[in-house]
C-alpha cells in the first residue's frame, strides 16, 4: 500500500448500551498521511480508532487498502493496522523484548517460531525507540514513559502499514514526545506509513498531522489543515476553553490556553 487511499470510512456509527457514540461519520484517509482526530473529553476520538482497528462493533464501513473490515480474516488485519490503545493491558512479568516480539505474531506461521529476520526487526524498533537498554527488563519494573516507548514498539515491530495510537505521548515528557512523533514522522515519509492518531495537545496535533479531524458529541465537526480547524471560536464552542491562536513565521499554528477575564 504505497499509493491511494490507505483507509476510507462512511456512515460510521457506534452505540454501546443504548448510547450512541458515534454517528454518520465519513472521511478518507490517503496513504503516508497523518490524521489527528481531536476533539474534547468523550467526544469519540478513541471510540473511532477501535471501530478502525476492527475490535468494536460498527454500522457503515471501514475500508483499508481497498478492502472492508468485514472481508479481511482477522490475521490478515493485523498485518495490515496496527493499534495502540490508550490502556494497554499487558502480561504480568514479561520481558520487554518479549512484549516487542508479540508484535510479529501475524507474521509468524501458526504454532510456528520466530526467526533471526523477527528478532531483528524487534531490535530495531527497540533501537529507534530509545528502549533497546530495556530489552531484558520486566514491563512492570519500568516508568510510565519508557513502557508507553515499549508498547509503541510492538506496534511499529508489526511493521503494518496503517498505524492507529491513542494519545502516543501520554506519560512521555517533552524530550521524548518530540523524539516519537519526529520517528513517526520519518517512518511514514520513508515506508509510507499510515497514521491516524488522537491527541490532546492541539499544538503539536497542528504541527505534526497533515490534516485534523474534529470530533465533538460523537459527530465529525470539521476536518482540514491546522489553519483551517484550529480557530479559537471552533476551540471556544466544543471544548469551552478560552485559547489564543498564534502563527508563527514559518506557517506552525500554537494554541496557547488564556484565562477567560473575571467576571465583574
Request: include cysteine; aromatic fraction near 2%; proline fraction near 5%.
Amino acid at each position: 500500500m504505497t499509493t491511494g487511499v490507505a483507509v476510507e470510512i462512511e456512515n460510521l456509527g457506534v452505540s454501546i448500551d443504548g448510547a450512541s457514540l458515534l454517528r454518520n461519520v465519513n472521511i478518507t484517509v490517503n496513504a503516508g498521511e497523518w490524521l489527528c482526530i481531536i476533539g474534547p473529553n468523550g467526544a469519540g476520538k478513541s471510540t473511532m480508532l477501535r471501530a478502525v482497528a476492527g475490535v468494536t462493533p460498527f454500522t457503515g464501513s471501514v475500508a483499508v487498502g481497498g478492502r472492508s473490515l468485514d472481508d479481511v480474516p482477522a490475521r490478515t488485519r493485523a498485518q495490515t493496522v496496527a493499534f495502540v490503545p490508550q490502556n494497554q493491558v499487558v502480561p504480568p512479568g514479561i520481558r520487554a523484548v518479549d512484549y516487542v516480539l508479540l508484535g510479529r505474531n501475524p507474521w509468524i506461521a501458526p504454532l510456528g517460531k520466530e526467526s533471526r529476520a523477527d528478532m531483528a526487526v524487534v531490535h530495531k524498533v527497540l533501537d529507534q525507540l530509545d528502549v533497546g537498554r530495556l530489552a531484558s527488563r520486566e514491563l512492570d519494573t519500568l516508568s510510565g514513559g519508557e513502557r508507553q516507548r515499549i508498547i509503541i514498539a510492538r506496534a511499529l515491530a508489526q511493521e503494518a502499514p496503517v498505524l492507529l495510537l491513542d494519545e502516543p505521548t501520554t506519560a512521555l515528557d517533552i524530550g521524548h514526545q518530540q523524539d516519537l512523533l519526529n520517528l513517526l514522522d520519518e517512518l511514514r515519509s520513508d515506508h509510507q506509513l499510515t497514521l491516524i492518531s488522537t491527541m490532546h495537545d492541539l499544538s503539536l496535533a497542528g504541527q505534526y498531522a497533515d490534516r485534523l479531524a474534529l470530533l465533538s458529541c460523537g459527530e465529525l465537526m470539521a476536518t482540514g489543515t491546522a489553519t483551517e480547524v484550529l480557530t479559537e471560536d471552533r476551540i471556544n464552542a466544543h471544548y469551552r476553553a478560552s485559547v489564543r491562536i498564534l502563527t508563527q513565521a514559518d506557517g506552525t499554528i500554537l494554541v496557547i490556553p488564556a484565562r477567560a477575564p473575571a467576571a465583574p
